[in-house]
């Protein structure tokens, strides 16, 4: 859908100008995708930028037969794996990045138990495109494919001139590109999960992503909702918790937010003091069914 | 589905006629242009019904409702079945308790076979044998052999044999199956077709007598397939239609789960039939919830189409997030607002809950245009073109099914089967 679209001077005070307004919508990775462009650039950008995010997709899915599920099948069974996919070598790669940043709290491996859960035994030789692990486990991606799709998509945006652009990811996952269409930072809002009416945490972001993790909330209990687990322990999360993180890349938030909703009140604060403002976790008290109850952030 | 006996006949034809017309059409429906063509002739084609139980006597209706066929003969061995039977028919119309009496007594051109199935191929041999022309129930016969030997045995005759698959008759189907074939749900890969019902199945039997067996057939292994046989013959037609093609194997698992009374036959069948390419039919049929009744959906990679319904449904962008169509007006407007994120829509793909698109028609009753057609193909001795072979590989579907439920084994489709 392409529409040019006049900005009046109205709240903004800014010149008036004709901004054209692109949008795509389409289902993938288990969640909408709304990608909304704004400005000039690349008219194709957007539909490359859909695929981008197709492709990361078929890379990166446990649901069906991928470059994903082909290491999970032998890293499950104990052997070493060939990694063909360009998508999943650089994913693989980002999961290398985001572990230490979370102190080892993200971790997309499953199966391990244990002291340091199953990342550390991961070995890939990116030169020979290859992937071990000292003990069975095998990959499941979850949010972080989302945010790393985002980052993709952005990227081949940028690259096609892109100046304004808002990614959404299913709600929880958003990057934004640029400024505001009208200038400055993009304004959001994360209501209160319990309390819709209610706003918990007001932001604003340029060039960042950001994610939302969550115990509660609608859908949150769902029967097709797989529970966050502690990477370490192997213990499902079931406090009353929402996390923000706001960070430079799609990739990074969605780990920084899962690593805020497993982490222990310790761990939580080390990494909420390290970024001040854009790392939120809020615990609600007197259970879940109660619809408006306080909240606290590590801020 | 409600019969509607006082449709418009015209309109009705009329429908299967625009239904029919499509491309591809001519190949995957070769009959209906057969069935749609004016009556030859004046004579009406004599039928002798055999079996005037609940499906026969709705036959019958049927049949007056021609242009072409009248009943000239009816019988069944069960007197209540009979009386029924005669009340609906001209009075003076024979009648019969045997079907080699009403054969023998000549005066008819062919006969309807609406008893219980393990008696379908009997009737319809000695019908054959006797020169006279067959339409029989579904499904064709107990056995995959008696399947056939109707077939060989008509053929080496020369008459029409009919089987009773009515949804090929019907515009709805028709219409779904040009749609189809023109590409609006893309590349059919899966068919999920159910047939649930919350009843025992059971007949009233009069007590005191030893009828149970004779009314309560379906219920018992000898006499009938229970539901592959009666029920699920139907959906295995239409699912090899829209696949225009043939199962490579089935599996399947049946067993009696609910009405443990006495019954031989499964109360709950669930079964993969296999096609080329990695295509599936899924079928399950139940009796003790009704909840998703009888549907055949007939999955594609750009939307669904639910004949029983009438409906067709096109795969969709998922609707946008209204606080991101907000945003868009905000900027529209000029105006820079916050924009609230992160709420209510922590949720994957669900199922679609919208309405979907008519496929355009409702009430019909197709059964009748069976009866034309059959009638046309007695008149020319030519049997309607390519009905048979959707039939016989119904029931060989039906019945192989059957088998990999009791042998709980993956069963190839046969290699020997009679030619059609």
Redesign the interface.
Known sequence: MVGR????????G?SCAA?E?R?E???AM???I?L?L?GGGDPDALSRARHAIEAVDDALTIHRPSPATAINHCLASGRSAPIDDPILLDALAGVAAAWPMTEGLFDPTVGVVGETGGWPLVTIDRRAGRIAASRPLAFDFGGFGKGYALDRAGDVLRAGGATSA?L?A???S?AVLGA?????K??????H?LA?EE?LV?LELEDEA?S?S?TV????H?P??APMVRPIVGAIVTAATTT?AVERSGAAAEAMSTALLVADAAAAGRLGRAAPGRRHRFLFAGGMSESRISAGSIR | MTKDFTFSRRTFLDRVLTASAGAGMAAAAPWTAVAQAEPIGSDSVRLGVIGTGDRGRALIQNILKTRNCTVAAICDPYAPHLDKARALVPAGTATFTDHRAMIDARGIDAVVVATPLDLHARHSLDALDAGLHVWCEKAMARTIKDCGAMITHARSRGKVLQIGHQRLFNPTYLNALKRAKAGEIGEITQIRASWHRNRNWRRPVPPGSNLDRELNWRLYRARSAGLMTELATHQLQVANWFMDGLPTRVMGSGSIAFWKDGREVYDHVALIYDYSDGRKTIYSSLLNNARYGCEEQIQGSKGTIEPELGRIYMETAPGSVPALARMRKDVQAGRKGAIPIGGATWFPELPVTTPGDSLGWGEYDETMLQFEGFGEAVRSGRELPGLLRQAYYASIASLLGEQAMDTQQAIAWPSGLVQV
């Open positions: 679209v006049r900005a009046g001077l109205g709240d903004t800014l901004i307004a949008v919508r389409f289902a288990g969640t909408r709304e909304h704004f808002f959404c299913g709600e929880s958003i505001h269409p009208l200038g400055g993009w304004p959001l809002t994360v209501p999960p819709p706003t007001a950001l939302i969550s909330g609608a859908g949150a769902a097709w909702r923000v």
